[in-house]
């Protein structure tokens, strides 16, 4: 049997950034994960391979698809996915390894196995040869993360009907890729197969797509991917699957009502969302439960069990690994008796199409709902001058800001590189900023940032490049 002060179990974002923390504090800690690396699924099989997808989809786009030519580059590419796939296992690889010496260097120990809570201050530990052992801690933190969201009817077999981890690992290009689910995931990896040659579909079951994002930010994105060749199917529900060897046939109602549809393709996405991995954890030997929808209660990172404690996608919140990373270093804290915070309202949300979309804090929507007075400035990337001299106009940035006192309420950003920007706002926003700050603030030209000056400007309907 090991003690250590703090065992964590699961080696996400929010488990391994909870690690290296409780390392630094210098408490002895342990990191409890059965993958063969560290990093959960965003290193492994989420965030990271699909940037890496996304960024050679997109040379690839540009230059099969004129912009090279454009600029005055004559080529002739050829696809080669397999080194295509090569570069991004290489990617993932480094990160990880990255991972491991950031354990090393603040004394976080690897406990490589599955682990499931035992009773109050103990964990076992399963190893792959099935062998186990047992670990005590003051503290335990869950953080193990969560799994793609099966849909009935549909059955995963990550051969013809995948989930985003076979999405990401296709050995060839579909010839018409189907997505079920207009979210984040569905949207980036469907953007990556329509720039590699994909005939691509997405069927949503509500009217609109991005649920949560900025009505009009949203439209923006839909109507640009529509533009791309990205086809649509709104208001529609997916009844059943039938997969062969060569395809899969989808049948589809309109939620509305009305006649179904079958929908042919040769492999088919499901990417309607994420829900909290918490089976098998062994909750009940300290009296905890889960919620209908599998996720833990807290209060301040706190489950309802003293010296258990929850962060990521197994709580409350969005599942962004940001969010995860954020709630590790406030949880860690608090156990090391230090005062500790996470804004949840200021928490950057990103889908890495082509265009980009960004945005932090509140929407129209809900400051309508609200009843909340606010006022708009917004700026067009049509009249920015580096988004001109670079061919990627598109999109605009939208400051929202309180009617009465100016302070900036939320921003939506859709355009080149807003992933890059969209924290500039954020740390205004943690200052409780107000559209005129940002406006008197100077920013570097010839930039895309100027942009977020201009957009602050035109909140007071003093906007000067438009």
């Not at 950057?348 to 909340?372: D, N």
Request: proline residues 4%; aromatic residues 4%.
């Amino acid at each position: 049997m090991s003690t250590y002060d703090v065992v964590v179990i699961g080696g996400g974002p929010g488990g391994y950034n909870a690690a290296i923390k409780a390392g630094q504090l210098g408490l002895k800690v342990a990191c409890v994960e059965g993958r063969e690396t560290l990093g959960g699924t965003c290193l492994n099989v989420g965030c990271m391979p699909s940037k890496a997808l996304l960024h050679a989809s997109e040379l690839y786009e540009a230059a099969t698809g004129g912009e090279f030519a454009t600029l005055g580059i004559e080529v002739k590419p050829r696809l080669d996915l397999a080194q295509m796939m090569k570069q991004k296992a290489d990617s993932v690889a480094g990160l990880t390894k990255g991972i491991e010496f950031l354990f090393r260097k603040h004394k976080a120990e690897w406990i490589k196995g599955w682990g499931r809570i035992d009773g109050p201050g103990r964990v076992v530990v399963t190893a792959a040869d099935g062998s186990q052992q047992v670990l005590e801690a003051k503290d335990i933190v869950i953080a193990t993360g969560s799994e793609p969201t099966p849909l009935p009817g549909v059955e995963i077999d990550n051969r013809r009907i995948l989930d985003s981890t076979g999405a990401l690992s296709l050995e060839e290009v579909p010839k018409h890729l189907v997505v079920i689910g207009a979210g984040v995931i569905g949207l980036e990896l469907g953007s990556v197969w329509r720039r590699l040659g994909a005939e691509v579909t997405v069927v949503e079951f509500l009217d609109r797509i991005c649920p949560g994002l900025d009505g009009e930010t949203a439209k923006t994105l839909q109507r640009s991917l529509g533009k791309q060749g990205m086809k649509f199917k709104l208001g529609a529900k997916v009844t059943g699957a039938v997969a062969s060897a060569k395809g899969v046939t989808l049948s589809l109602e309109p939620v509305a009502g009305g006649a179904a549809e079958t929908l042919e393709a040769d492999y088919v996405l499901v990417a309607i969302g994420r829900r909290p991995y918490t089976q098998g954890l062994g909750l009940e030997t300290v009296g905890l439960r889960t919620d209908k929808r599998g996720m833990l209660d807290n209060q301040k990172h706190q489950s309802g069990v003293p010296g258990v404690w929850v962060i990521g996608d197994v709580t409350s919140g969005p599942m962004l690994a940001h969010k995860a990373e954020d709630e590790a270093i406030a949880c860690i804290e608090r156990i090391a008796g230090k005062a500790a915070e996470v804004n949840y309202g200021l928490i950057p949300s990103v889908i890495y199409t082509r265009p980009e979309v960004a945005s932090v804090g509140k929407s129209e929507e809900q400051l309508k709902e609200e009843g909340r007075a606010y006022k708009v400035g917004k700026f067009p990337f049509t009249a920015n001058s580096r988004a001109k001299i670079n061919h990627e106009t598109e999109g605009f940035v939208k400051v929202i800001a309180d009617e009465r006192t100016d302070e900036v309420l939320g921003v939506h950003l859709i355009g080149p590189s807003v992933s890059e920007m969209i924290g500039e706002y954020c740390v205004a926003m943690e200052f409780s900023a107000s559209a005129e700050d940002i406006a008197l603030t100077c920013h570097p030209h010839p930039t895309r940032s100027e942009a977020l000056r201009q957009a602050a400007m035109d909140v007071h309907g003093e906007a000067m490049q438009m």
